[in-house]
């Protein structure tokens, strides 16, 4: 676990071995990284996709942050580092606001090929495990713990 997750030095060490874990994710073509054709998506895509994973800036963060349920699952399994460190940096963000709900397959959206929690490595499930389980173990979730307990026990299932 991430042991106190407030603390800058262990949330450093936390994204290190984050992207570490994630290094072998294949990075998207703009045309993949979102599968709905809409201004919207085609927007996300062409922002997202001028960045390798850990150089998304700060500021096309703050307007991204809420865009994970429309990103492909290779795009999705590709960014998810960068959202993940951006809620542990930024946590007044869209992202940290929307990432509870994005961090377990909805019945709605990840179903078949669109599935975006199909594809993570050994090591990329251990490593968002971490994150679940702070999470989790936050009180500052009190009001989601029945949904964060369902995250986590998909995470530790597929782990
Ligand atoms: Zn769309």
Known sequence: ??????????V??????????FA??????RDESTPHRCCECDEVAARLSRYAARD??????????DSLPLLSPKAFRYYLPRFIEF????????????????????????VGERNRFAQ????ERRVVLEFVEC?????DYESDRKFLDEVLGFWRGAS
Do not use: H
């Not at 072998?24 to 073509?29: C, F, G, K, S, V």
């Open 135 to 139: 999470r989790a173990a936050s009180p």
């Open 120 to 123: 993570f490595s050994e090591a």
């Open 87 to 110: 809620c542990l940096t930024t946590p007044e963000s869209s992202a940290e606001a929307v990432m509870n709900c994005n961090l377990a397959p909805s019945g709605d959206l990840d």
């Open 24 to 29: 072998e994710a294949p990075r998207r073509d």
């Open 12 to 21: 450093a060490d936390y994204i290190d071995r984050l992207y570490r874990a």
């Open 56 to 65: 998304v800036p700060d500021d096309e963060m703050l307007r991204l942050g």
């Open 1 to 10: 676990m991430i042991a106190r997750p407030r603390s800058e030095v262990d």
